[in-house]
């Protein structure tokens, strides 16, 4: 799965939260600087 190529769904509205295990699933293909907040996000912080 190459999560740089897909486009934000969620950020569009009317998506529900990512599950426990969703999110389990998805911190294996990401680095380590994304971060899981609100219990349910998965989000990362770019500095300009």
Do not use: A, Q
């Not at 509205?13 to 990512?18: M, R």
């Not at 911190?27 to 300009?48: A, F």
């Amino acid at each position: 799965m190459d999560l740089s190529k897909k486009k934000c769904i969620p950020c569009e509205g009317g998506i529900p939260p990512l599950t426990e295990k969703e999110i389990t699933d998805y911190k294996r293909h990401i680095s380590g600087d994304w971060k899981v907040t609100d219990n349910n996000k998965i989000t990362k912080e770019y500095l300009m």
